[in-house]
């Protein structure tokens, strides 16, 4: 079935990077969008940015544009996000979420999640 | 940016009675291409990530109870729950997907009363 599955809990210290990573199955890898989302504790969805699978091409948050980059590997159909300089407001639990490439760009499915917890 | 404002920030509703969430958006998110919305709404239980219910403003995704239904145009949506079920306590998220940076409302928290 259509799913995607995202890499394990992290705990990282203030300063450090993470990587994340989402697997996708049951469909055509490189047709769609990968999208990054975070929920910090108790909060709201934040969209951090977007990669096509088919060419690479990425739209970043303004606000994580200088931290951010997201990449995929078409030969095991997984998408990444790595967050740089990481502080403790990055605590979050971080979301890969597919959409379309045309008029299809909800965000459907989701993955299950990633806590990322950041703390000396 | 565009800016999604949801209304009411939470709410309680008797089972078997109707729910409605409103969401506002700060410019039109209606796609002149294809005369469609670009307004989704998803559904968050604790501990889950969201769930897709509702695109294009009112297009029910497959397997989603047609209990659930969405509306609006332009600016203004919403989202209906009727005969609420004890398993539609959840968080509820309008977002555009109309540009980028894509964005969403704030949620909306349903309890039952």
């Known amino acids: 079935q259509v799913q995607l599955v995202q890499s394990g809990t992290e705990v990282k210290k203030p300063g450090a990077s993470v990587k994340v990573s989402c697997k996708a199955s049951?469909?055509?890898?490189?047709?769609?969008?990968f999208n990054w989302v975070r929920q910090a504790p108790g909060q709201g969805l934040e969209w951090m940015g977007r990669?096509?699978?088919?060419?690479?091409?990425?739209n970043y948050a303004q606000k994580f544009q200088d931290r951010v980059t997201m990449t995929t590997d078409t030969s095991t159909s997984t998408a990444y996000m790595e967050l740089r300089s990481l502080r403790s407001d990055d605590t979050a639990v971080y979301y890969c979420?597919?959409?379309?490439?045309?008029?299809?760009?909800?965000?459907?499915?989701w993955g299950q999640g990633t806590l990322v917890t950041v703390s000396s | 940016d565009i800016v999604m404002t949801q209304s009411p920030d939470s709410l309680a509703v008797s089972l078997g009675e109707r729910a409605t969430i409103n969401c506002k958006s700060s410019?039109?998110?209606?796609?002149?291409?294809?005369?469609?919305?670009?307004l989704a709404w998803y559904q968050q239980k604790p501990g889950q990530p969201p769930k897709l219910l509702i695109y294009?403003?009112?297009t029910r995704e497959s397997g989603v109870p047609d209990r659930f239904s969405g509306s609006g145009s332009g600016t203004d949506f919403t989202l209906t729950i009727t005969t609420l079920q004890a398993e539609d306590v959840a968080v509820y998220y309008c977002?555009?997907?109309?540009?980028?940076?894509?964005?969403f409302g704030q949620g909306t928290k349903l309890e039952i009363k």
């Open positions: 977002q555009q997907y109309y540009s980028t940076p894509y964005t």
């Open positions: 410019q039109s998110v209606l796609y002149s291409s294809n005369n469609k919305n670009d």
């Open positions: 990669i096509s699978a088919y060419n690479g091409n990425t």
């Open positions: 294009w403003a009112s």
């Open positions: 049951g469909f055509s890898f490189t047709t769609y969008y």
């Open positions: 979420a597919r959409s379309g490439s045309g008029y299809d760009n909800w965000f459907d499915p």
